[in-house]
């Protein structure tokens, strides 16, 4: 399996920083890597998809870059509402696998 | 607007089968511009695909639980299922069933809400 390992497993920020999350994959996975939020209690939302396409209706200051093995979401501002766990999975092999998830924690 | 919704017991006994269902709507679960995945996360953990169906019929599982997994499809009902042998508590989670793109958004882009899950005697 893919091994999705990503730093650092919790961050704390205050409204208007600049968050940067890395994910890393064991092998090569070109661009075939999204990100997704969750947050207590809901299911996860996508984000980012083949590294850095932002879904419809995700705020801008949402952005993926990064292929091969190294990925990176930036928040560019951050909200109160982007306190939550992020999670970047690979799309390219079977079985489909995810990072450890990310906590992004008011400072 | 594509709408996912899962239903199951809530709990189940250890060696017992669980069975998970999600209703689709506003798209169909044979469309073939899609896979339907089921997905799970226990507490406080990450996520674990569990395993998708495409066009019905063809089906890939995750290698750690292939021995078993059955997802299967209702088209008369659009809806498609989870069956899951010989649960442990280790198969406690909160189950999500989700919608992934083929062509545009190659990714779990439709989520269910959720359904909790507890392995217990």
């Known amino acids: 399996d893919i091994q999705m390992t990503q730093s650092p497993s919790s961050v704390s920020a205050s409204v208007g920083d600049r968050v940067t999350i890395t994910c890393r994959a064991s092998?090569?996975?070109?661009?075939?890597l999204a990100w997704y939020q969750q947050k207590p209690g809901k299911a996860p939302k996508l984000l980012i998809y083949?590294?850095?396409s932002l879904q419809s209706g995700v705020p801008s200051r949402f952005s993926g870059s990064g292929s091969g093995t190294d990925f990176t979401l930036t928040i560019s501002s951050l909200q109160p509402e982007d306190f939550a766990t992020y999670y970047c999975q690979q799309t390219n092999y079977f079985p489909r696998t995810f990072g450890q998830g990310t906590k992004v924690e008011l400072k | 607007q594509v709408q996912l919704q899962e239903s199951g017991p809530g709990l189940v006994k250890p060696s017992q089968t669980l069975s998970l269902t999600c209703t689709v709507s506003g798209d169909s679960v044979s469309s073939e511009s899609y896979y339907w995945s089921w997905i799970r996360q226990p507490a406080g953990k990450g996520l674990e695909w569990i395993g998708r169906i495409y066009n019905s019929e063809s089906t890939i599982y995750n290698p750690s639980l292939k021995s078993r997994v059955t997802i299967s499809v209702d088209t008369a009902k659009n809806q498609f299922s989870l069956k899951l042998i010989s649960v442990t508590a280790a198969d406690t989670a909160v189950y999500y069933c989700?919608?992934?793109?083929?062509?545009?958004?190659?990714?779990?882009?439709?989520w269910g809400q959720g359904t909790m899950l507890t392995v217990s005697s």
């Open positions: 083949t590294a850095s």
């Open positions: 989700a919608r992934e793109g083929i062509v545009v958004v190659d990714a779990f882009e439709i």
């Open positions: 092998q090569g996975v070109s661009s075939w």
